[in-house]
T-cell receptor, first 112, second 116 residues
Framework: DARVTQTPRDKVTEMGQEVTMRCQPI?????VFWYRQTMMQGLELLAY????????DSGMPKDRFSAEMPDATLATLKIQPSEPRDSAVYFC??????????FGPGTRLTVT | AQSVTQPDIHITVSEGASLELRCNYS??????LFWYVQSPGQGLQLLLK??????LVQGIKGFEAEFKRSQSSFNLRKPSVHWSDAAEYFC??????????????FGTGTRLTIIP
């Protein structure tokens, strides 16, 4: 049963620290998405890639967030420096470009 | 730009009763439509999708949804709910697989509570 995996599942860090979240998309999927979910804003698209190339990162605060795909099996989302307002659940999803997206279990980030 | 409205923030249903969750979308062409479910502490799981063809689509866990173009709706239904159906449900609309348009726009979600 192919699944999207995300690490870490939970992360608590202090304000100003760098945070790196990792995602392994389903093997063979060519699109990868990063979302952020909060009670106030709901589910927000931060960035997405097709064939490892970034297509849209307009939802991402550029000054502190960065997203990359070093290879087809790894996507990363970094926050530097982190702030308390970044506390949220971050989801990675992958797909075949047909519109269907398969979500990982998420990384719960708490910035104190 | 596409958009999705889920008018019900929270719905409570008795176990064994029928369920309908509402979803209205806005999109200029024929949309791709999805329903996802999120259990507490979990990621979103795809329940069903509509791309084209038969307007009544079947999904997993006994759910179905009907696409009604005239009403711009894609409501989710289940004839008899189980306690395990308690979760958050999200409707989403996509522009399809056109180049650069795999993005989905999600509704704000409907939380479903099941009472014995």
């Amino acid at each position: 049963d192919a699944r999207v995996t995300q690490t870490p599942r939970d992360k608590v860090t202090e304000m100003g620290q760098e945070v790196t979240m990792r995602c392994q998309p389903i093997l063979g999927h060519n699109t990868v998405f990063w979302y952020r979910q909060t009670m106030m804003q709901g589910l927000e698209l931060l960035a997405y890639f097709r064939n490892r190339a970034p297509l849209d990162d307009s939802g991402m605060p550029k000054d502190r967030f960065s997203a990359e795909m070093p290879d087809a099996t790894l996507a990363t989302l970094k926050i530097q420096p982190s702030e308390p307002r970044d506390s949220a659940v971050y989801f990675c999803a992958s797909g075949l470009g047909t519109g269907e997206q398969y979500f990982g279990p998420g990384t719960r980030l708490t910035v104190t | 730009a596409q958009s999705v409205t889920q008018p019900d923030i929270h719905i409570t249903v008795s176990e064994g009763a029928s369920l309908e969750l509402r979803c209205n979308y806005s999109y200029g062409a024929t949309p791709y439509l999805f329903w996802y479910v999120q259990s507490p502490g979990q990621g979103l799981q795809l329940l069903l999708k509509y791309f084209s063809g038969d307007t009544l689509v079947q999904g997993i866990k006994g759910f179905e949804a009907e696409f009604k173009r005239s009403q711009s709706s894609f409501n989710l239904r289940k004839p008899s709910v189980h306690w395990s159906d308690a979760a958050e449900y999200f409707c989403a609309v996509g522009a399809g697989s056109n180049f650069g348009n795999e993005k989905l726009t999600f509704g704000t979600g409907t939380r479903l509570t099941i009472i014995p």
